[in-house]
């Protein structure tokens, strides 16, 4: 799908930071010119953002030695239109709506000009056309979670007929595994834990049993699995190990790692939203977006409070055209 292209200015808007500190201390919105573009890269007029926990940590600076120079525009998660296109540029257009994560190596000298702007420059195999039944708001909230949860059963080799349990089924990464289990990679059972309030939730994404962590200890439970997926940090001896079935996994995003448990980051790449497009253009894997959601463009430092605050259901998502 192909959009109209405004002319593009020399100066645009986007928040930054010179800083490492609080979104309501470092945080400002100001005019900065376009970023430059590669000749592998396309120039992304951006629609609308989404929020990740690597935004926050890597804003208080708990990645410093591996992180791009200061100042920073956050943001890795993007959806908009192809305003200008790099020289070396074969598979997009200007006009395209596409969408993506921009920062190849999440946490490797990630984007210094992130996609919390009116433009961001990013190469064109880190980008894939927006599936076309999804706003920009839905496609921004996908890449850097879907990416995450894909890679992550790639890595445990789920097959299809195994059972998962996913650790925090109702976050960003979790919504998504929940759904990528069951109907990508053809889990035979798929549990969840989840808090009270979002238990249907969590039901609805395709959970066969959905654990209340308030009332129940998934590790007290009968059931052993597969691969366990733990994107909120409870998996650690022996709370998590006895969970997992012997000759299984675990997934691990954060927290500490005890065997058969690993850790990774995540590799963006847009031939990974490629494979995920016919299941996000049937509806059968959809956009899980928190209802306090979109956030506009002049409250990011609220987005960024709100996520921090650890109790956003699926992604917070910012609408950045103005």
Known sequence: MASTVAAIPSLHKA???KEYGAAKDVLK???LPVPPLAPDQVLVKVHAAALNPVDFKRRLGKFKAT???LPTVPGYDVAGVVAKVGSEVSSLKQGDEVYGDISEFALDKPKQWGSI????????KLLAIKPRNLSFIQAASLPLAIQTAQEGFDKAKLRAGQSVLVLGGAGGVGSLAIQLAKFVYGASLVAATTSTPKLGLVKSLGADIVIDYKEKNFEDMPERYDVVFDA?????EPKGTNVVKEGGTAVVLTGPVNPPGFRFVVTSNGSNLVRLKDFLESGTVKPVIDPKGPFDFGSVVDAFCYLEGGRACGKV????LQ
């Open 15 to 17: 928040w930054v930071y």
């Open 29 to 31: 919105l100001e005019e």
């Open 67 to 69: 992180d791009s120079d």
């Open 117 to 124: 702007a009116q433009y961001t420059a990013v190469e064109e």
């Open 232 to 236: 909120v940090g409870m998996f650690w």
């Open 317 to 320: 998502v910012i609408s950045v």
